[in-house]
Nanobody, 126 residues
Framework: QVQLVESGGGLVQAGGSLRLSCVVSGRTFSIYAMGWFRQAPGKEREFVAA????????GLADSVKGRFTISRDNAKNTVYLQMNILKPGDTAVYYC???????????????????WGQGTQVTVAS
């Protein structure tokens, strides 16, 4: 069974930075493509970032391009989301997700992922 545990959320002032981490256990991490999604109160879950199985390909939502970076360390079974120049509109619960896939395709839809973490709250104060 695959388990995902996020950490690194918190309260930050606008313009600040946070780095989210997601540790994956239970299976060989390197065969999983990973994604980050977020859900703000009263809104639908939305795609934030994705990275393929070996880190050679990444994708970001337009709303976070130039501010967020996704990366992974397969030796540590961990995927990261570095968030800079945070805005109040980035406030949400952030979830990491995993899909058992190798290749270059980057999934941006939630239903494409089979495993999810419990989420970590990010609050950006104005």
């Amino acid at each position: 069974q695959v388990q995902l545990v996020e950490s690194g959320g918190g309260l930050v002032q606008a313009g600040g930075s946070l780095r989210l981490s997601c540790v994956v256990s239970g299976r060989t991490f390197s065969i999983y493509a990973m994604g980050w999604f977020r859900q703000a109160p009263g809104k639908e879950r939305e795609f934030v970032a994705a990275i393929n199985w070996n880190g050679s390909g990444t994708g970001l939502a337009d709303s976070v391009k130039g501010r967020f970076t996704i990366s992974r360390d397969n030796a540590k079974n961990t995927v990261y989301l570095q968030m800079n120049i945070l805005k109040p509109g980035d406030t949400a619960v952030y979830y990491c997700a995993a899909r058992n896939a190798i290749g270059t395709y980057l999934a941006r839809q939630g239903h494409e992922y089979g495993y999810w973490g419990q989420g970590t709250q990010v609050t950006v104060a104005s």
